[in-house]
């Protein structure tokens, strides 16, 4: 309670120390144990990462907008799908939100100094760095054209690209996933603040719970398969080719047993962060806290047992495509679950639109065309007629960037006064939301029409009754590509000359407003003693709303 | 295809199960627009009637309901089964191989269709059917994954290497449709594409007496088993020939040495050709040679028609199981140790002469230019 009173009296104080200022040198970042300055230092590379699958794509809507392969040749156009593929969900979709806001919150949100392990914290940084330098490497060598599925035997006989240098980029980013996740399981489970039961805990940190558990059990199968394609790649042992006694359904297993699971490892977090930002806008208590915590756990486990829905026209027999079939249909519900709370989460609530919450209901939006148009991906006779083709890539970029990348800039939006100390311009931050909104819409709606007509995917040429959907689309890309853009001018600008936002510009009341922005090093003056529920904006949550009404009235120095 | 400035929202219904899946989709549309409905616009009525009119108020603290929450647990599960069962019912239509029908064999390769008829005509990127017959295509692919896919028939199957894919389809209406390669192969995917013509059967009577050059499969079959490949040296000659006898075997439950039993289908038939010593017929010497990289796709799609023929099966009435067949046969197939220890001999020697120019891999294991 006394951290809120302090917090109360000191809005404009800043504190001199804090996590930011401790310490100027290079090596105090490079050798930090902070989990606050790892994270920075994770939001600095995945944005370049974002940044450079974002050309990726634009180059791709170019070529698309006439029906000849013109702008690039197919051996480049091939070679910038991939790269595109492959540095946007290894690099930035997987790590964008765990590595970045869940590092920097997921301690502060339960009121923890530190991760459990801040070391191996550290540890997954470089790792990771080491892996997204081996694939910036093997890109500059002249990249891989076998598709982010580096589906057998394409990719292990045919392909005349560098496949391995690329393969062992994945395997080793892998290793930095795995330790990311093992450490925010061992903190969650020790590292609680007195007080902080777990049905206390902000649904945020649930929902990284649940991704670490996938990222736990499932990244080590990739990590094997790409060790096996490599092995049957550099030494001709048969495992995938059937020429050398192998067999390519094996691969295909494989690579989505790990594959579809990391769907969910792009997602989950992505839902944590809306399961955030609609109570704390809609000023209320969770509708079914409990519902919306579980459902992240079944997300998780029934993630595992639905990859054969890759597979159903790849001659897996009619029978395993009906089981996974249903039980693709089964977690659906878990989703349906959270939508519906999510919804009755602002039934009498006091709802404003600052710019996280323009990401979050858009979140929503975008999430349900995701999810059902999933539904009719699992549909076994309608994949027949869709899989392949761009049905499939407008369905997973409403979940991957109507998802995640929305949950994530809308995250980004919400946690960047706590971890800058800033305020950006909220006009420009409800612009850049709004077009990237539309932006995205027109960019990947039409492609389900497409998609509905046959357009197979991964296509450098495409018959001319195609043309005008793809202009469409280029013409919303270019919108959103706009939109994305913004928030590197003005969360930059604000940097410099944002004004104070205060250590809870909202009054809100989770843990992460209870200390000073930025945080001091060690996140808090004293440990918190939690006596509130998550959501709480009641009398239990000791916040002074009246002192912060006459302050917000008072004119800002 | 006529160009339509007007962008139109469904390709040709053009099979017998293309309406399905179109009544599929609507439906799913429908679903989606029944839970749009409730939640949109609660958000919005929500959005208006609970905006923010006191900055930082309290609310009360709802903690929620288990009836709406069984509620709307279980009407998407019981919507989701409804779709589950539609989905798996026109599914299991568009993967039931039927008995009867026009067998057309396919050769994916990269990046191009190859296509033979059972009455020996020969076309590359182009399909030419009569509507309204059961079309049955028995495919392979002579290098990487392709996939064969019309979207006017609502229907496509992967070509995975190392074992025959079926596809099957009743075109319901004559006309011009796009044939596309879906699964990603390289270089040219996007090239890899033809043309379906759906005919009528008078027309494509005409079509077939003005193409008949070359040997129907069963005829090159036969040519190869008796005179190319001397395969007739041990498999005729009565009962003193060496290897296993062959008439009457196909479709037939077969004894192995050691025990076990195989039923001699189109990939068994495939199997033993390429890599004999995987199983040996029960009373019979594992002597005969491999004739992998000795044999094209085509010329394995004659032998084995032939053989069928001895059967008294041909072309437009074999006995070809459902996709789940395939799916056993590579289980076996990647067990063999035969198989392993073929690694040596030249790969992709099987390929057909004017792929080498095209094909940047062909036909050696090297890697980098």
């Known amino acids: ?557 | 295809m006529e160009y339509n400035s007007w962008v139109p929202l469904l390709p040709e219904q053009a099979s017998s199960f293309a309406g399905q899946v179109d009544l599929l989709y609507f439906y799913l549309i429908l679903v989606s627009i029944a839970f749009a409905i409730p939640i949109g616009v609660g958000i919005f009525y929500f959005m208006i009637r609970y905006r923010e009119r006191e900055r930082f108020a309290s609310t009360e603290g709802i903690h929620g309901s288990i009836v709406l929450e069984t509620t709307w647990s279980i009407i998407p599960f019981l919507v989701s089964m409804t779709i589950f069962l539609g989905g798996a019912y026109v599914f299991f239509n568009q993967y039931t191989i039927p008995k009867d029908g026009m067998e057309i064999y396919v050769v994916g390769k990269q990046w191009m269709w190859k296509i033979q008829h059972s009455t020996g005509q020969r076309e590359i990127n182009e399909l030419h059917i009569p509507v309204n017959t059961t079309i049955k295509l028995t495919m392979t692919t002579e290098d990487v994954i392709h996939d064969f896919y019309v979207p006017a028939f609502r229907t496509k199957a992967d070509i995975v290497p190392g074992r025959y894919s079926y596809l099957w389809f009743k075109p319901t209406k004559p006309g011009k449709y796009h044939l596309f390669c879906a699964e990603y192969c390289g270089l040219n995917h996007s090239g890899m594409g033809g043309w379906v013509y759906v005919m009528e059967q008078k027309d494509f009577d005409n079509w077939l007496a003005g193409n008949t050059s070359g040997q129907t499969p069963v005829e090159m079959g036969k040519d190869l088993f008796y005179n190319k490949l001397g395969c007739a040296s041990c498999h005729a000659g009565g009962p003193a020939q060496r290897g296993a006898k062959l008439e009457g075997i196909y479709g037939k439950e077969v004894k192995l040495t050691g025990g076990g039993t195989v039923i001699a289908d189109d990939n068994y038939i495939r199997e033993s050709i390429l890599t004999p010593t995987a199983k040996i017929v029960d009373g019979y010497q594992p002597i005969m040679p491999t004739f992998k990289g000795q044999v094209t796709d085509e010329q394995l799609n004659g032998l084995v028609a032939y053989i069928k023929s001895l059967s008294g099966v041909t072309g437009s009435s074999t006995t070809v199981s459902t996709t789940s067949a395939p799916a056993a046969n590579t289980a076996s197939n990647s067990a063999s140790p035969a198989q392993a220890s073929n690694a040596n001999t030249p790969r992709r020697a099987d390929r057909g002469s004017n792929s080498q120019g095209s094909n940047p891999k062909a036909p050696g294991p090297t890697r980098r230019p």
């Open chain 1, 1 to 557: 309670m006394q951290n809120a009173e302090a917090l109360n009296i000191d809005h404009f104080e800043r504190p001199k120390k804090n996590y930011l200022n401790n310490g100027t040198t290079l090596k105090s970042w490079l050798l930090t144990k902070d989990h606050k300055r790892i994270a920075i230092m994770y939001l600095i590379t995945v944005s370049l990462f974002f940044m450079t699958g974002g050309i990726y794509a634009a180059t791709i809507r170019l070529e698309l907008l006439t029906p000849a392969s013109d702008l690039l040749n197919t051996n480049t156009y091939n070679k910038v799908f991939t790269a595109h593929g492959i540095l946007m969900i290894f690099f930035f979709l997987i790590p964008a939100i765990p590595a970045v806001l869940g590092n920097f919150f997921l301690p502060i949100m339960i009121g923890a100094k530190d991760l459990a392990l801040p070391r191996i914290n550290l540890l997954s940084l470089y790792i990771y760095w080491l892996a997204g330098g081996f694939a910036i490497w093997a890109l500059l060598q002249g990249g891989v054209d076998t598709g982010w599925t580096f589906y057998v035997p394409y990719s292990t006989t045919f392909s005349n690209t560098y496949v391995l240098a690329v393969g062992l980029a994945v395997f080793i980013n892998g290793f930095s996933s795995i330790l990311t996740g093992l450490n925010f399981i061992v903190t969650v489970h020790t590292m609680r603040a007195p007080g902080m039961t777990w049905f206390r805990l902000p649904l945020f940190v649930w929902s990284h719970y649940a991704v670490s558990l996938v990222m736990v059990l499932g990244t080590p199968v990739i990590a094997i398969t790409v060790l096996l394609l490599a092995l049957e790649r550099f030494a001709h042992i048969g495992i995938f080719d059937p020429a050398i006694g192998g067999d390519p359904i094996l691969f295909q297993h494989m690579f989505w047993f790990y594959s579809h699971p990391a769907v969910y490892i792009m997602i989950l977090p992505g839902m944590g962060v809306v399961s955030e930002l609609i109570p704390n806008f809609a000023r209320k208590k969770i509708f079914g806290y409990e519902f919306v915590a579980f459902s992240s756990i079944a997300i998780a486990v029934f993630g595992f047992l639905v990859w054969g829905h890759h597979l159903f026209v790849s001659g897996q027999s009619i029978y395993a495509g009906m089981v996974f079939s249903f039980l693709t249909m089964v977690v659906a519900v878990p989703s349906a679950i959270k939508m519906f709370n999510w919804t009755a989460t602002l039934y009498k609530g006091s709802i404003s639109y600052e710019t996280p919450m323009l990401y979050g209901l858009g979140f929503m939006g975008l999430f349900f065309i995701g999810g059902m148009t999933g539904l009719i991906l699992g549909a076994l006779g309608l994949d027949v007629h869709l899989t392949d083709t761009y049905f499939v890539v407008a369905h997973f970029h409403y979940v991957m960037v109507g998802g995640q990348v929305i949950a994530y800039l809308g995250g980004l939006h919400y946690w960047w006064p706590k971890m800058t100390g800033k305020m950006y311009s909220e006009f420009w931050g409800r612009i850049s939301a709004m077009l990237v909104f539309v932006g995205f819409n027109l960019t990947f709606f039409p492609q389900f029409i497409l998609g509905f007509m046959g357009m197979p995917r991964r296509y450098a040429a495409y018959p001319p009754e195609f043309q005008v959907l793809n202009i469409f689309s280029t013409a919303g890309a270019s919108v959103l590509g706009i939109g994305l853009v913004m928030p590197v001018l003005y969360l930059g600008h604000s940097l410099l000359y944002g004004r104070n936002a205060g250590d809870n510009p909202w009054m809100l009341p989770g843990l992460e407003w209870r200390t000073s922005s930025p945080p001091p090093t060690e996140n808090f003056e004293t440990t918190p003693i939690v006596t509130w529920e998550a959501y709480d904006f009641g009398e239990d949550s000791g916040l002074d709303f009246e002192e912060a009404r006459r302050r917000e009235l008072a004119p800002v120095i």
